[in-house]
């Protein structure tokens, strides 16, 4: 009887599939306008301009404000990118480079570049390479 209720209470592990998604599905920036009062953010959709489908590469141009996106403003920027639940994050930075914590911390993105790569489940990649314009 004991052997039988052992067996019985043992369940195998269900893994998720080596799958390969590996698409970006959003990227999502948060401006940090005002430095007394880091609550005041706005959001911006960075795929807003669109995304190149061969290459990965996309610019997102910040709405002409010199006092809200200034260069100043835009070196206090935030990024969330949203991806398959399988997948993972490499981020590069300027000089290619894997950059330890990910799309985490604060971001300089006056007239400046995040590079990433989305990683799927079986090993799969998508090339991401985003460049931020503040307009004068």
Known sequence: ???LVVLGACQS??????DDACDLRAL?????YDAADPSLTEDFDAMSGGVDAETGEATFSFPRDAERYNAETLSRCTLE??????????????DGAVREGGLG???NLANGSVV????AAN????????LFRMRR
């Open 28 to 32: 999502t920036v948060r401006v940090h």
């Open 123 to 130: 090993g799969a990649r998508k090339h991401y390479d985003f």
């Open 13 to 18: 592990l269900v893994q998720p599939k080596d």
């Open 116 to 119: 990433f790569d989305v990683v």
């Open 81 to 94: 990118a949203v991806i398959p639940s399988t997948a993972s994050l490499v981020v590069y930075d300027a």
């Open 1 to 3: 009887m004991f052997a």
């Open 105 to 107: 911390g604060v971001w």
